[in-house]
């Protein structure tokens, strides 16, 4: 038997959040900039987030039907990231992360990951702080969770410790030519139906 998810069609808003942008709309502290130095729309909020110290895109909704779409663990939405990382990757750890790995809260499910050429993306500031005798590499990691900070906990996990996170797709959506501090309105999707 299929019920039909009452999703209202709503908002849907894919943001480029720029490093050091809290994924809120009021800061606890003065001087940290929020979604609201970079958005002015009424009624929309985060579905899912971003830590403070990661870029990339970040969706947000006016629907509550919709955040729980995006956002229910049970789903499994699948969210890929461009991770740049202290050391060279070699085989043994990536396929770890293939696998899926312990951490402090339990065990990862596998993800998807692959060494990649150093993608075009747009500059850090402030810029990774460069150290002439530590190699540094780029990962494409998609994972189908989203625990606290767990992609940097899973690099650092396998001996990788993230300097730069993008995340450039969430489900579907990806951030396509986004640049750092803009978004745009798309169409919501329509209701779905599940089992």
């Not at 985060?46 to 947000?60: K, N």
């Not at 699948?78 to 809260?105: C, F, H, M, N, W």
């Not at 150093?118 to 500059?123: E, G, K, L, N, Q």
Request: hydrophobic share 35%; charged share 30%; glycine share 8%.
């Amino acid at each position: 038997m299929c019920t039909v998810l009452k999703a209202r069609k709503g908002k849907l808003i894919l943001f480029n959040k720029p490093f050091q942008v809290l994924c809120q709309f009021s800061a606890e502290r003065p001087g940290r900039s929020t979604l609201a130095d970079y958005i002015r729309v009424p009624g929309v909020y985060p579905a899912g987030r971003l830590d403070y110290d990661s870029e990339g895109l970040l969706l947000l909704t006016d629907s509550g039907d919709l955040q729980h779409l995006i956002t229910d663990p049970r789903r499994k939405t699948e969210k890929t990231y461009l991770v740049q990382v202290e050391g060279s990757p070699g085989r043994d750890a990536l396929d770890r992360l293939k696998r899926g790995l312990r951490l402090q809260d339990g065990m990862t499910l596998p993800a998807k990951a692959s060494l990649v050429e150093a993608p075009d993306v747009w500059p850090r500031v402030p810029a990774i702080r460069y150290r002439k005798n530590v190699p540094t590499a780029w990962l494409e990691l998609t994972i189908a969770e989203g625990r606290n900070r767990q992609v940097r906990r899973m690099t650092a996990a396998v001996g990788l410790p993230a300097l730069r996170l993008i995340r450039i797709r969430v489900g579907r959506w990806d951030l396509g030519g986004l640049e750092p501090g803009t978004w745009k309105e798309i169409e919501a999707p329509a209701p779905e139906k599940s089992k």
